[in-house]
């Protein structure tokens, strides 16, 4: 994306419409170009699963906004602009991104202010500037980039036949192929747009001055552009820039969120930033159960495990894939997981998504849902025969500090699962 495309987001100033997850808005007229954006851009691209903010016109045109798992900000062409707030983190927002997305700094000056705030773009932005300066203290990271170009001077290969077609019988300069080390890399380049979006998403003055400051830190070496989410998908850390990890982390998940429109004239910014709750509560729960089962030598725990053992009547396999599986150390499936970021009572759906994981792996398993003061907690059997366990995980329970938060959600599950795959 050009500078000037990015210039055009503007800060919020102001929200019209505050909603939580999967609560509606009054009606409201919107333009045509505010209907493009939602219709294309919102609930369109290439991760599409669904709408992420659904709309319903009344007879009289007036369109309805309905949240859905998705938690962010949204800001239309000639408005509204729209704040949506997760419904089932309590004020542990900041704590249960910290978590999902494995990143654990070891302080954070504004921790106590920003846990007690329920919007959601703050405390992914503190959460994301705090990594940012350390890795901005550690230095920032070069990599060879492989140059063709002409120079004064022969510089690492010459690239004959280019030589010879360019400069002809009495050249002048030479046409070369050489490695330069750079900062201009794709890992940098993707946090310097992560940067900028949040330095104008961001309302926390501090907050912003300090974006604003790593902005022009990276500007001094690094192209701002448009990064595509997939670039960052692709990259790997090495031993020589592991202090990376955490921030590309966190820097693909804003830009794999991010929506921006063209069309924005005058001083009102078109874009949004949604990010997928239900994304961040099955990482929760993956890595809760992993750090519960830690100590057990050859279990281990896997996220999103694809199978194709569902056998169907025409003899033809099925492909299944659940949230999370527990193997034991003949890598056999023991546990079977499905993560529900919802509130209220499990559905039928639900049900026969697990019994169709638990009857294709012959094992227990569990629905695990956000804490909602036990109002879904049980068990059941599956076929007279296969326990299935209904856990709310403590989300919302007040703790002492990070460190009491995580252990609560490891408890938790460690409790419940351990009875279901035997000591």
């Known amino acids: 994306m050009a500078e000037t495309e990015l210039g055009q987001i503007d800060g919020l100033s102001s929200i019209d419409i505050h909603l939580r997850e999967y609560e509606s808005s009054a009606p409201l007229d919107l333009s045509e170009d505010a209907e493009r954006m939602l219709r294309t851009e919102i609930n369109g691209g290439r991760e599409r699963t669904g709408s992420r903010i659904e709309v319903a016109y009344d007879r009289d045109g007036l369109a309805t906004l309905t949240a859905t798992q998705y938690v962010g900000v949204v800001s239309l062409p000639d408005g509204p602009t729209i704040q949506i707030r997760p419904k089932a983190a309590g004020t542990n927002l900041l704590s249960l991104l910290r978590f999902a997305r494995d990143v654990d700094p070891t302080t954070f000056d504004r921790e106590t202010r920003m846990e007690a705030g329920d919007t959601f773009v703050e405390p992914l932005a503190i959460l994301f500037e705090r990594e940012l300066r350390t890795v901005i203290q550690q230095g920032l990271h070069r990599e060879y980039h492989r140059i063709d170009g002409q120079e004064d001077r022969l510089r690492g290969q010459l690239q004959v036949q280019r030589q010879l077609q360019r400069q002809g019988p009495t050249p002048t300069?030479?046409?070369?192929?050489?490695?330069?080390?750079?900062?201009?890399?794709?890992?940098?380049?993707?946090?310097?747009?992560?940067?900028?979006?949040?330095?104008?998403?961001?309302?926390?003055?501090?907050?912003?001055?300090?974006?604003?400051?790593?902005?022009?830190?990276?500007?001094?070496?690094?192209?701002?552009?448009?990064?595509?989410?997939?670039?960052?998908d692709r990259l790997s850390v090495s031993h020589l820039n592991r202090y990376y990890e955490d921030l590309l982390r966190l820097t693909e998940l804003i830009v794999r969120g991010v929506f921006i429109d063209d069309l924005a004239t005058g001083t009102r910014g078109t874009f949004a930033l949604l990010v997928n709750m239900n994304t961040i509560f099955e990482a929760v729960v993956e890595r809760a159960l992993r750090d519960a089962l830690a100590e057990r030598a050859g279990w281990t725990v896997k996220g999103q495990y694809t199978t194709q053992q569902l056998v169907t009547g025409g003899n033809h396999t099925v492909t299944i894939r659940p949230d999370i599986v527990v193997l034991d150390p003949s890598d056999e499936v023991r546990f079977v997981g499905d993560a529900k970021w919802k509130l209220g009572a499990p559905s039928n759906s639900d049900f026969y998504q697990m019994s169709a994981y638990q009857l294709a792996h012959d094992c227990p398993g569990a629905l695990i849902y956000p804490e909602q003061d036990g109002v879904v907690e049980s068990n059941c059997?599956?076929?007279?025969?296969?326990?299935?366990?209904?856990?709310?995980?403590?989300?919302?329970?007040?703790?002492?500090?990070?460190?009491?938060?995580?252990?609560?959600?490891?408890?938790?599950?460690?409790?419940?699962?351990?009875?279901?795959?035997?000591?």
């Open 173 to 232: 300069r030479f046409e070369c192929r050489y490695s330069d080390l750079t900062y201009d890399t794709v890992a940098n380049q993707g946090i310097l747009y992560a940067t900028t979006l949040l330095q104008r998403l961001v309302t926390d003055q501090e907050l912003q001055q300090r974006l604003h400051q790593h902005q022009a830190i990276l500007r001094q070496r690094v192209s701002l552009r448009r990064v595509d989410p997939n670039e960052l």
């Open 381 to 423: 059997l599956i076929n007279g025969s296969h326990r299935l366990e209904l856990i709310e995980l403590p989300t919302r329970s007040l703790a002492q500090g990070f460190k009491e938060y995580t252990e609560r959600l490891q408890r938790s599950l460690e409790e419940r699962v351990t009875g279901l795959i035997g000591e």
